[in-house]
């Protein structure tokens, strides 16, 4: 996906493997299987009467932080130890950078040659549920009714911007978009963004006493004074953060682009009382206007939304346990779908695809955790049939 872009979808070829996705749906035997006017990807299979109407949902763009052109996947069986991904360029997936590679010992690992991303993120989560649905139209046991849901720009949060949930008629759903086996979630990080623009004065530095303002000093004076345990690679679990994820400058002006997280709304909201006043000081410093901030929320946490409905979960629990999948509810440190459908009526957990490392070049997902998932998405169908 592009944030730059205001189309929806904001990139082609997602509406490309769309129509692609449709064609192998109809092929199942989805008979609705649809791509809408924006890029949704919608089919649904009826199950038993009286049984609620379960969506899963997953989406097709990946993240633009890592390149997905000319994607060159391989499986590995792997032993242990460190994978080479790229002899040639010397690129290598070391054990000890991630230690969660020690979990995959005698899985198959799907890998790219270390110069894009897989896109497992969430083409796995897609994967995964048509493969569930396939296997069920496939067998004769009774199951829920289904919706499928796949979404574009899930990655620039975007994701649940037109898509039609009074359309879709899910009593719930789920996202397939998480990572770790058996991870599931339902609460995930109150979001927003930040852009701060610092104005300067540029003259010549030779003649710059007392005239020249460079904005590109004050720009690194500003993030200097955001507190710094509260950056990503400093937290963890119920730890918000504050990101920097994008700078730029000359004399006359620079921007810093930041996205703001955190699980409590008191402290989320204390997060983005510190920009301002950072720019309140600097703009009494400078002068005023030198420092502008603009801020915009993004999402909010789904838990206010799920706990009313936490049978929706134990649900997921029981069925992980039904496929041999020890569940591990954990928040998630980012952004889902499924925030923003459970502010908007369909509550929305999120459940795991196994993958990790997404969002960069080494990234990879198990076989075999993938086939977990698939196991987990079928109990979750054919229990709400008992």
Known sequence: SDESSEACPSTEKQRVLGAALVEEMQAMGIADAHIDEDGYVYGSVEGKAGAPVIGLIAHMDTSPDCSGKDIRPRIVEYQGGDIVLNEEKGIVMRAADFPLLKNSGGKH???TD???????????????????VEELLHEDTPHASIRIGFTPDEEIGRGADRFNVKA???????????????ELEYENFNAASAVVTVHGRNVHPGYAKNIMINSQHIAMEFHAMLPVPERPEHTEKYEGFCHLCEMRGEVEESRLEYIIRDHNMEKFERKKAQFAEIAAFL????????????MRDSYYNMREKIEPVMHIVDAAKQAMLDAGVTPSIVPVRGGTDGARLS?????CPNLFTGGENYHGRFEYVPIEDMEACVRTLKCILKNAAK
């Open 109 to 111: 690992l799907i890998v």
């Open 343 to 347: 502010y908007e009526g369909l509550p």
């Open 283 to 294: 703009n009494a410093k400078y002068g005023e206007k030198t420092v502008e901030v603009q």
């Open 168 to 182: 879709f008629g899910a009593d719930y759903a789920y996202t397939v978009d998480g990572g770790t086996l058996g």
């Open 114 to 132: 270390g110069t894009t991303l897989l896109g497992a993120d969430d083409k796995a989560g897609i994967a995964e549920i048509l493969t569930a």
